[in-house]
Nanobody
């Protein structure tokens, strides 16, 4: 069974920094895309940053130049370095992975998607 464990959220003052981590464990053949999403109260979940297996990245306009996504394929871990944080960055942050694993129903490898449990990031003075 594949699991995601997120860490690194917390309370930070405006202008501060946080680093989120999300580690995948379990019977994974290969992880393709990894990404971070966030959901603020009363708002829909939105994409923050994504990274492909080849290292190509994509960022929401609101975080470009402030956030950096990276991954360690040997550790099946994705990171989100968040700098110059603003109050509007306050949200629950979720990681997401797209991966290939053995599917017992088909008896072959199949693609799957998985969400982390979420970690709260609060930016406030």
């Amino acid at each position: 069974q594949v699991q995601l464990v997120e860490s690194g959220g917390g309370l930070v003052q405006p202008g501060g920094s946080l680093r989120l981590s999300c580690a995948a464990s379990g019977s994974i053949f290969r992880i393709n895309a990894m990404g971070w999403y966030r959901q603020a109260p009363g708002k829909q979940r939105e994409s923050v940053a994504t990274i492909t297996s080849g290292g190509s990245t994509n960022y929401a306009d609101s975080v470009k130049g402030r956030f950096t996504i990276s991954r360690d394929n040997a550790k099946n871990t994705v990171y989100l370095q968040m700098n110059s944080l603003k109050p509007e960055d306050t949200a629950v942050y979720y990681c997401n992975i797209e991966y290939w694993a053995y599917d017992i129903r088909s008896g072959t490898r199949a693609p799957f998607g998985l969400w982390g449990q979420g970690t709260q990031v609060t930016v406030s003075s």
